[in-house]
């Protein structure tokens, strides 16, 4: 049993008859009251994100999990099909518990919690950053901007990415997982 001063990011817990883990949290110490913890808490099972407050020494369940890395390989529908790199045995995992995988491409590499008790895959965390391709993106005309204007642009993946105007076809871009934002253009 842990407390809610044990909550943090990433946390798998046992919650409402369901795993739940946790994507953000916010610990709270208001100038009169007890402390307490704000969180957004993910369902490993649906996929639906739901706000939760827990007080100061409030008993949580966690469930202990274990993190193994695994390739992407495909996808067939809502179904995605992912390769131990230890063992080469395969998995398939459902796109609801995936956090972005619009910005997956085959041959990623991920890091799959998985449930220790018994060995049902939890959830898929992507690296903090890939790089794609850009594949179509409208032609950026100089001088019709103020500051930082950004147009949309599709990449290899087929995920929709706001890029700013210098950004051209063919260009590859470091993009934010947790986000889904561009971050900059990489050299060749």
């Known amino acids: 049993m842990a407390t809610s001063s044990d909550i943090r990011k990433g946390l798998c817990i046992r919650y409402n008859n369901d795993i739940y ?38 008993k949580i369940e966690d469930v ?35 956090d972005t995988p619009e910005l997956m491409k085959e041959g990623e590499i991920v890091t799959v919690l998985i449930n220790t008790e018994d ?3 939890l959830s898929v965390e992507m690296p ?7 594949t179509s993106t409208e032609p950026g005309v100089k001088g019709n901007t103020a500051t930082n204007a950004t147009k949309p642009a599709i ?19 470091r993009i934010d997982t947790e986000k889904g934002q561009y971050q900059e253009r990489m050299k060749e």
């Open 119 to 121: 060995s049902a895959p």
């Open 21 to 58: 883990k946790i994507i953000e949290f916010l610990h709270v110490k208001p100038g009169k009251g007890p402390a307490f913890v704000r969180t957004k808490l993910k369902s490993v099972t649906t996929g639906k994100v739901i706000d939760n407050t827990f007080s100061a020494g409030h």
């Open 64 to 98: 202990r999990v274990e993190t193994h890395k695994f390739q992407y390989l495909y996808n067939e529908g809502d179904m995605y099909h992912f390769m131990n790199t230890d063992d080469y045995s395969q998995i398939r995992l459902m796109k609801d518990i995936l």
């Open 155 to 173: 990449v290899e993946t087929g995920a929709e990415i706001n890029v700013p105007l210098f950004i051209n076809e063919g260009d590859k871009i």
């Open 128 to 134: 903090a950053h890939v790089v794609l391709e850009v």
